[in-house]
């Protein structure tokens, strides 16, 4: 199994920064890929940023610009640091991966973090 444990949520106001961070634990083996994802509050959860294959980067368009990924080489850790926060980046924030674990090297599965909740205030 992998875990995903999020941190660095709580209240930003417009225009101010936070970094969300996520780590990455249990028997893997490999990460695929690695990301955030977001939902608000009567909407679908929708992707944010993800780093992927090859150390490609990629940005949902509302926040590309404004937020940055970054991880360490075996992308178990994780940051998302978020700069110029508008109330509509408000929402839980998921960290979430496509990993492999040391028993079924193989198969890669879908893990999700918990959640951790961004208010941006206006």
């Known amino acids: 199994q992998v875990q995903l444990v999020e941190s660095g949520g709580g209240v930003s106001p417009s225009g101010g920064s936070r970094k969300l961070s996520c780590v990455a634990s249990g028997e893997i083996e490999t990460i695929n890929t690695i990301g955030w994802w977001r939902q608000a509050p009567g909407q679908e959860r929708e992707p944010v940023a993800e780093k992927i294959p090859g150390d490609h980067e990629l940005y949902a368009d509302s926040v590309r610009g404004r937020f940055a990924i970054e991880t360490d080489s075996t992308k178990k850790t994780m940051t998302l640091q978020m700069n110029n926060l508008k109330p509509e980046d408000s929402g839980v924030y998921f960290c979430?991966?496509?990993?492999?674990?040391?028993?079924?090297?193989?198969?890669?599965?879908?893990?999700w973090g918990q959640g951790i909740q961004v208010t941006v205030s206006s």
């Open positions: 979430k991966s496509e990993a492999s674990t040391k028993d079924s090297p193989f198969r890669f599965f879908t893990y």
